[in-house]
């Protein structure tokens, strides 16, 4: 069973920054739709970033556009998420997601298309 590590939460302030790790037990090729997901307390899971492993063709929810950044280093099996200018309605517990797809799609943020997922990792942002 593929195992998803995530590491780098914290606690920030407003305007701050923290980068965000996740490690998989294979090539990120392999796992060729990587994704970051975040929850909020009484809230759904929702998606944040996607990068497909294969050609770095990457994606973004509309909240943090401009703000985050996804990349890959695939000889070390991990994806990031470079997370700036963070605010407030930017806590939660992010998670990392994995998937083995068949054929290109752009709906990366349905959580159904996912096969594998991390422990999560507490992002705390003060205003």
């Known amino acids: 069973q593929v195992q998803l590590v995530e590491s780098g939460g914290g606690s920030v302030q407003a305007g701050g920054s923290l980068r965000l790790s996740c490690t998989a037990s294979?090539?990120?090729?392999?796992?060729?739709?990587m994704g970051w997901f975040r929850q909020a307390p009484g809230k759904e899971r929702e998606g944040v970033a996607a990068?497909?492993?294969?050609?770095?063709?990457?994606y973004y929810d509309d909240s943090v556009k401009g703000r985050f950044t996804i990349s890959q280093d695939n000889a070390k099996n991990t994806v990031y998420l470079q997370m700036n200018s963070l605010k407030a309605e930017d806590t939660a517990a992010y998670f990392c997601?994995?998937?083995?797809?068949?054929?290109?799609?752009?709906?990366?943020?349905?959580?159904?298309?996912?096969?594998?997922w991390g422990q999560g990792t507490q992002v705390t942002v003060s205003s």
């Open positions: 997601a994995a998937a083995h797809l068949t054929f290109f799609t752009p709906q990366v943020f349905n959580r159904e298309k996912y096969n594998y």
């Open positions: 294979e090539n990120t090729y392999s796992l060729n739709l």
């Open positions: 990068i497909y492993t294969g050609s770095g063709v990457a």
